[in-house]
């Protein structure tokens, strides 16, 4: 299977499951940018439930603009309160130290566009991983697709489907109850080393 996905920040369970699955990943560049998706943004779970992580966008006059011409807005130190807000929320997870060295670097050094952070991002998770994608990048837009199956719905954070997902042993599970779909950080923080064989199994329910 060839599948079409959008790279995403810290992209949820529901991407990097389609992303394990696939023979190849295809990498969308060529959209425009779109408000309101997972583009931008991630949910962990914090101690007082759900929490988004937004990263701040330069915006255009340009009400169409590529995603890849995306900048993000440094003058913000986002990527301290990210990293305090991963660490809040997972320092008594089982695994954060294991992981801790591999994903610091993401949030001490600045990143120019907004696709080129994802993509390092996505390297990152793939070796804390242990996983070979073979990937390629669009070059030119398609609105629909015949030869490759198509998520990239997955990156629309308005009309999320409801995925039923096996629950895991989350570090507020007992205050807020069991949250699916969450950053693949938090299934990594807190599954370790079979983070993999759980994405394996959780295609099923996409």
Known sequence: ???LIHPTYLPNIAHVSAMVQA?????ELDDN?????????AYIYGANGKLQLSIPIIHSQNERQKYRDIKIHNAENWQAVHWKSLETAYRTSPFF???EDEF?????????????????????IFDCLQLEIKSSKTKVYQKTVTDKTDFRFLANARKEPT??????????QEKHGYLSNLSVLDLLFNEGT??????ENQYKHL
């Open 194 to 199: 079979t983070a993999l064989n759980y994405l």
């Open 33 to 41: 940018y779109q408000k309101q998706t997972y583009r931008n943004r």
């Open 163 to 172: 995925f039923h997902f096996d629950p895991y042993t989350q570090v507020f």
């Open 97 to 99: 130290e294991f992981y």
């Open 104 to 124: 610091q670097p993401l949030f001490t050094t600045k990143a120019k566009y907004l696709l080129d952070f994802n993509l390092k991002c996505l390297d990152v």
């Open 1 to 3: 299977m060839k599948a």
């Open 23 to 27: 023979d190849e990943v295809i990498f």
